[in-house]
């Protein structure tokens, strides 16, 4: 019974370039959302997705960042050109579609790190 | 909006000694959940445990129990019989209730407790 699956674990970029990270929820779970953790912080409210569909996007950054949950496939968090600033932990987290107040279930989370 | 604070950056406590985490929240909701989440040196996010609003009597997982004051917006970690894999950040977290929209969480910006021998 896998938790939820983030990869890669540890992503290198250089500015400019686009970071592509990937989130797998737990099965049976249908939400999923997206947090972000700067150094010395705590975890940042970035989107929340169900599939095929943005729910909530109002912690995201308005450019270089955007979210997709297709039909089929993982939870894909897509940063484009990106900067020092985007240094930082990306946590994925699901919960059940049948009941949303069970505590969100985290993966272990990306490390992005710009060169 | 919601706010967690966490007014503790760092806690130290001896081995099999009771420590307590602080964590003061503000909302207008009536209906929420309250949270602490663990997060050891490898940064993994674990659920320590879960508080439900409308439930009076504090929740309790083994070494761990919350003191949760509604009225006072107060929700405190105790951890007894401290033992050394509890160091680690300790994050409050806050969620509204769910009523067919996003229920994301709040966090605060954590406490990190070191255990000593």
């Known amino acids: 019974n896998a938790g939820v699956m983030q990869n890669p674990r540890h992503l290198v970029r250089r500015r400019g370039q686009e970071a592509r990270l990937r989130c797998s929820p737990m099965?049976?779970?249908?939400?999923v959302y997206w947090y972000r953790q700067l150094p010395e912080e705590g975890l940042k409210f970035m989107v929340y997705?169900?599939?095929?569909?943005?729910?909530?996007e109002s912690g995201m950054p308005k450019e270089r960042f955007s979210a997709e949950f297709p039909k089929e496939g993982p939870s894909i968090l897509r940063i484009q050109q990106v900067v020092r600033g985007d240094s930082a932990a990306y946590f994925c987290a699901s919960s059940p579609w049948s009941d949303s107040n069970q505590p969100q279930h985290f993966g272990d989370g990306t490390r992005l790190s710009i060169l | 909006a919601q706010t967690v604070t966490q007014s503790q950056p760092e806690m130290s406590v001896q081995e099999a000694e009771t420590v307590t985490l602080s964590c003061t929240y503000d909302?207008?909701?009536?209906?929420?959940?309250l949270f602490w989440y663990k997060q050891p040196p490898s940064r993994q996010m674990i659920l320590v445990i879960r508080?439900?609003?409308?439930?009076?009597q504090n929740a309790t997982e083994n070494r761990f129990s919350v003191n949760f004051q509604k009225a006072a917006k107060s929700f405190s970690l105790k951890i007894s019989d401290s033992q050394l894999g509890d160091t680690a950040m300790y994050f409050c977290?806050?969620?509204?209730?769910?009523?067919?929209?996003?229920?994301?969480?709040?966090f605060g910006t954590g406490t990190r407790l070191q255990v000593t021998l």
């Open positions: 909302t207008s909701e009536s209906n929420y959940y």
């Open positions: 977290a806050f969620m509204k209730h769910w009523t067919g929209t996003a229920s994301k969480l709040t």
């Open positions: 099965k049976g779970h249908s939400h």
């Open positions: 508080q439900e609003a409308y439930k009076q």
């Open positions: 997705l169900q599939k095929e569909n943005i729910i909530d």
